[in-house]
């Protein structure tokens, strides 16, 4: 399976940092590609999807989140975010890990993430917006949280639900959702 799916326990379970040591490590590196490569697979399929993905999600319990901003892949080692201000927004999500299911959850707006690179340099960067509700759902996932516990009840919705409209779209996401079991 490329990515794990709702009920395989790795989802539930709380990351490990990476220590310094390991940052530069084969495993480390080779999990940075093989994550790379999974999201160009989605990107393949869907060119607006494939921008983010944890380390949980392809089967390691380690603190590391790969975010794709502009076409440029930020491996994020032990990511830490710190809201900018209270200021939150209606963010629509999806889950590889149950991409059969939306809902809105509301994020921060404005945050700080602060991480160390594959090279071991520790960075802040400053993000808003969707790239900002992206890290907070992907770190959200090193502590083993999924989305479906931030969603305000009755407020989830099936892919067959909100695109029946759309059947080109549709079947562009049950390809994704082959990939990714896959």
Same mark, same amino acid.
Not at 37 to 40: E, I
């Given at each position: 399976m490329r990515i794990r799916q709702l009920g395989d326990p790795i989802l539930r379970e709380v990351?490990?940092?990476v220590s310094q040591e390991d940052i530069r490590s084969d495993e480390v590196r080779e999990l940075i590609q093989h994550m790379k490569?999974?999201? +160009?697979g989605i990107q393949a399929i869907s060119s607006e999807n494939g921008n983010a993905l944890s380390a949980p999600q392809v089967g390691q319990l380690?603190?590391?989140?790969?975010?794709?901003?502009? $076409?440029?892949?930020?491996?994020?080692? +032990?990511?830490? !975010?710190?809201a900018l201000s209270d200021n939150k927004f209606a963010f629509e999500e999806e889950c590889f890990s149950l991409y059969? =299911?939306?809902?809105?959850? =509301?994020?921060?707006?404005?945050?700080?993430?602060? !991480?160390?690179?594959e090279k071991g340099v520790i960075h802040e960067l400053y993000l808003t917006g969707e790239q900002a509700g992206l890290v907070q759902h992907e770190i959200d996932h090193l502590d083993g949280i999924l989305f479906l516990d931030r969603v305000?009840? $009755?407020?989830?919705?099936?892919i067959d639900s909100l695109l029946r409209n759309d059947p080109e779209r549709l079947s562009q996401v049950r390809e994704m959702i082959c990939y990714m079991r896959s």
């Open positions: 990351s490990k940092p490569d999974v999201l +160009n380690l603190r590391l989140i790969l975010l794709r901003i502009d $076409g440029v892949f930020y491996p994020m080692i +032990n990511p830490e !975010f710190e059969d =299911q939306r809902a809105t959850v =509301q994020r921060y707006h404005d945050i700080k993430v602060t !991480f160390t690179d305000e009840e $009755g407020r989830l919705i099936s």
